[in-house]
């Protein structure tokens, strides 16, 4: 077993439970953490005593996307109007934005089950990691969400894949939040579980999967994710592709500097309350549910 | 008839000749031109006397693509964008003009319903090699030499090269932007034929009368059948892939590969510019004067 760092990797009922480790970051991701997670997809498929893989997150939270202080290329020293960090040309910015360390259809693609499950935060790029799951079990505190397209970042088609076309575009455009019970309405997860029951639900349909023969199971995943492939996901994702690279270099001055001035003045949670402030009370926030007298 | 300014419209022999008409600039593309061009192709989609179109070029050259002749706001050093402007602006323009102006043009040629004939003699390089390849059935002289030597500045190919020549092919040709004589055309299937200089024309309306035998409606499916299958086939999927990527390239200009350049058209105008560009790659493996030498 290898010596991870910022995962954990622990085998038990005939899978594999990976979790995101970094609870005082809500499990952000950051580029060694992509690495760890997709050595540990790799060793979980070799091992021929794990049927199926859960992933989930530490603490509270599945986990809050990326990193925005270690991935995000966001520079105090960006250069307006041009929209791009002082001192580098397009090509390195292309070049820099091309690098596809999330690989999400290294999850996809597996050869064996995985299953998503998420309590909390799933946010940006840690909302993708759990759309990209075979299976995808949610805690009923569980929040989706895309808040990065409102500083200039950009959606999954597989939003569009799981939730429809007009429910994909409401979330997609706007980053609103999504509790468990809309995401179990629009397609996003399986079901909707206490949280304290979420990891139990999780391995027992681990256990159920491990009764059938690994070759079926094997095919069986392929019939699904091969066939969306071919009716067209793969084209659609490598579009996907192309347009977070534009998304991420198409920043507009009286949009994005504002923000930028904030977090790096005033720190992060200044930024994220002058880009999220607008948009609350969020529709189906936490706390919005509270105020619709639904707790 | 309409009044056109830089292309001449004739009908003839069943069909009409469009020509590219602005030999004083090798027939260079500008937006006057291919706005006529569109014009020209609607004109003759209603004229039921029209069954086929034949598009060449004056002078004895096809054309040498977009016109890069004139005054381009400087670069802005190392961000590779013009000064004062912003990649967003930059991009949005880029993305709407290649859909709006080179996809959204290719795709009406692509799916007219009548039969366009290119008919290549001398240069035909750039984005006039995709206005050639796109036409339904190519024929060239012996002198066309195909070429995308835009793409050592900082600009795109077009997938139309792929489907046509296929992947290596294409891939050799579209990396370095080396020229191809009609006979390398021939081989590798961008064109149907190749006939001498002086039959070019007379070649192209032999086979529009031979369409003309066929009832209009048989020519309209079976064009469908081969543009549409190959559009379901995922060339439409293709070419809007290539629109993305097209404003990408052209964007992501690197000090050390274009700056020389910039400077040398501020300096010298196009030709110091395609003296600078070019030099490097002579003498050409497939060009004109490579195989004199021969």
Same mark, same amino acid.
Not at chain 1, 71 to 76: F, I, L, Q
Not at chain 2, 57 to 63: E, H, L, M, R
Not at chain 2, 120 to 142: E, K, M, Q
């Given at each position: 077993?290898?010596?991870?760092?910022?995962?954990?990797?622990?085998?038990?009922?005939?899978?594999?439970?990976?979790?995101?480790?970094?609870?005082?970051?809500?499990?952000?991701?950051?580029?060694?953490?992509?690495?760890?997670?997709?050595? +540990?997809? &790799?060793?979980?498929? #070799?091992? @021929? *005593?794990? %049927?199926?893989?859960?992933? $989930?997150?530490?603490?509270?939270?599945?986990?809050?996307?990326?990193?925005?202080?270690?991935?995000?290329?966001?520079?105090?020293?960006?250069?307006?109007?041009?929209?791009?960090?002082?001192?580098?040309?397009?090509?390195?910015?292309?070049?820099?934005?091309?690098?596809?360390?999330?690989?999400?259809?290294?999850?996809?693609?597996?050869?064996?089950?995985?299953?998503?499950?998420?309590?909390?935060?799933?946010?940006?790029?840690?909302?993708?990691?759990?759309?990209?799951?075979?299976?995808?079990?949610? +805690?009923? &505190?569980?929040?989706? #969400?895309? @808040? *990065?397209? %409102?500083?200039?970042?950009? $959606?999954?088609?597989?939003?569009?894949?799981?939730?429809?076309?007009?429910?994909?575009?409401?979330?997609?455009?706007?980053?609103?939040?999504?509790?468990?019970?809309?995401?179990?309405?629009?397609?996003?997860?399986?079901?909707?579980?206490?949280?304290?029951?979420?990891?139990?639900?999780?391995?027992?349909?681990?256990?159920?999967?491990?009764?059938?023969?690994?070759?079926?199971?094997?095919?069986?995943?392929?019939?699904?994710?091969?066939?969306?492939?071919?009716?067209?996901?793969?084209?659609?994702? +490598?579009? &996907?592709?192309?347009?977070?690279?534009?998304?991420?270099?198409?920043?507009?001055?009286?949009?994005?500097?504002?923000?930028?001035?904030?977090?790096?003045?005033?720190?992060?949670?200044?930024?994220?309350?002058?880009?999220?402030?607008?948009?609350?009370?969020?529709?189906?926030?936490?706390?919005?549910?509270?105020?619709?007298?639904?707790? | 008839?309409?009044?056109?300014?830089?292309?001449?419209?004739?009908?003839?022999?069943?069909?009409?000749?469009?020509?590219?008409?602005?030999?004083?600039?090798?027939?260079?593309?500008?937006?006057?031109?291919?706005?006529?061009?569109?014009?020209?192709?609607?004109?003759?989609?209603?004229?039921?006397?029209?069954?086929?179109?034949?598009?060449?070029?004056?002078?004895?050259?096809?054309?040498?693509?977009?016109?890069?002749?004139?005054?381009?706001?400087?670069?802005?050093?190392?961000?590779?964008?013009?000064?004062?402007?912003?990649?967003?602006?930059?991009?949005?323009?880029?993305?709407?003009?290649?859909?709006?102006?080179?996809?959204?043009?290719?795709?009406?040629?692509?799916?007219?319903?009548?039969?366009?004939?290119?008919?290549?003699?001398?240069?035909?390089?750039?984005?006039?090699?995709?206005?050639?390849?796109?036409?339904?059935?190519?024929?060239?002289?012996?002198?066309?030499?195909?070429?995308?030597?835009?793409?050592?500045?900082?600009?795109?190919?077009?997938?139309?090269?792929?489907?046509?020549?296929?992947?290596?092919?294409?891939?050799?040709?579209?990396?370095?932007?080396?020229?191809?004589?009609?006979?390398?055309?021939?081989?590798?299937?961008?064109?149907?034929?190749?006939?001498?200089?002086?039959?070019?024309?007379?070649?192209?309306?032999?086979?529009?009368?031979?369409?003309?035998?066929?009832?209009?409606?048989?020519?309209?499916?079976?064009?469908?059948?081969?543009?549409?299958?190959?559009?379901?086939?995922?060339?439409?999927?293709?070419?809007?892939?290539?629109?993305?990527?097209?404003?990408?390239?052209?964007?992501?200009?690197?000090?050390?590969?274009?700056?020389?350049?910039?400077?040398?058209?501020?300096?010298?105008?196009?030709?110091?510019?395609?003296?600078?560009?070019?030099?490097?790659?002579?003498?050409?493996?497939?060009?004109?004067?490579?195989?004199?030498?021969?």
């Amino acid at each position: 077993m290898s010596d991870y760092k910022e995962i954990l990797y622990q085998k038990q009922r005939r899978g594999v439970l990976i979790t995101l480790n970094r609870p005082e970051a809500l499990n952000a991701i950051t580029r060694s953490m992509l690495k760890e997670f997709h050595q +540990a997809l &790799d060793e979980a498929e #070799a091992d @021929p *005593e794990i %049927r199926v893989i859960v992933l $989930t997150g530490a603490g509270r939270g599945f986990c809050s996307g990326f990193d925005q202080r270690t991935t995000s290329g966001r520079r105090r020293d960006m250069q307006w109007p041009q929209g791009m960090p002082t001192d580098m040309s397009t090509a390195d910015l292309l070049n820099y934005w091309r690098k596809d360390d999330a690989r999400l259809l290294h999850i996809f693609e597996l050869t064996k089950p995985v299953i998503g499950a998420v309590r909390g935060w799933a946010m940006g790029g840690g909302c993708w990691l759990a759309l990209f799951t075979h299976i995808t079990i949610a +805690a009923d &505190d569980a929040v989706f #969400a895309q @808040p *990065e397209v %409102r500083h200039g970042s950009n $959606t999954t088609f597989m939003w569009t894949l799981l939730a429809g076309f007009k429910n994909a575009i409401r979330y997609g455009i706007t980053g609103d939040h999504i509790d468990a019970g809309e995401a179990l309405r629009i397609g996003l997860v399986n079901k909707v579980v206490p949280v304290d029951q979420l990891l139990e639900e999780c391995f027992s349909i681990v256990e159920r999967i491990a009764h059938v023969p690994p070759e079926t199971v094997k095919i069986n995943l392929a019939i699904s994710t091969m066939g969306l492939n071919m009716m067209g996901l793969r084209d659609a994702l +490598a579009l &996907d592709f192309e347009m977070s690279v534009a998304a991420h270099m198409m920043l507009r001055e009286e949009f994005r500097r504002p923000l930028d001035e904030a977090r790096f003045n005033q720190g992060t949670k200044a930024y994220l309350q002058l880009r999220d402030g607008p948009f609350q009370p969020e529709p189906f926030g936490p706390r919005s549910k509270k105020q619709r007298g639904l707790e | 008839m309409s009044n056109y300014k830089t292309i001449l419209y004739e009908k003839q022999r069943h069909g009409v000749l469009i020509t590219l008409n602005r030999p004083n600039a090798l027939n260079a593309m500008n937006q006057d031109l291919l706005g006529e061009v569109d014009h020209a192709l609607a004109e003759a989609e209603t004229d039921p006397e029209i069954r086929a179109v034949v598009l060449t070029g004056a002078g004895g050259t096809f054309s040498v693509g977009e016109d890069i002749s004139g005054d381009e706001p400087a670069t802005a050093w190392p961000y590779g964008i013009p000064q004062g402007s912003s990649l967003v602006y930059e991009y949005n323009r880029f993305r709407d003009a290649d859909r709006r102006d080179i996809l959204g043009r290719q795709l009406y040629r692509w799916e007219y319903p009548k039969p366009i004939i290119g008919a290549v003699s001398g240069w035909c390089l750039g984005a006039a090699s995709w206005l050639a390849l796109t036409c339904h059935v190519t024929i060239a002289a012996d002198d066309a030499v195909f070429g995308q030597p835009q793409v050592r500045h900082g600009a795109n190919t077009d997938f139309i090269w792929v489907a046509l020549a296929g992947f290596k092919n294409a891939l050799r040709y579209s990396l370095t932007g080396d020229h191809v004589d009609a006979k390398e055309a021939l081989r590798m299937g961008l064109v149907n034929q190749v006939v001498p200089k002086d039959k070019l024309l007379e070649e192209c309306f032999a086979f529009v009368e031979r369409v003309a035998h066929v009832p209009p409606e048989t020519v309209k499916i079976n064009l469908a059948i081969a543009t549409s299958g190959m559009e379901m086939m995922g060339l439409r999927k293709a070419w809007t892939l290539n629109a993305e990527l097209a404003a990408m390239a052209q964007l992501s200009k690197r000090q050390e590969f274009n700056k020389h350049l910039e400077d040398a058209k501020k300096k010298g105008g196009v030709e110091a510019f395609l003296e600078a560009r070019d030099k490097p790659f002579q003498p050409e493996p497939f060009g004109p004067k490579a195989k004199k030498r021969k």
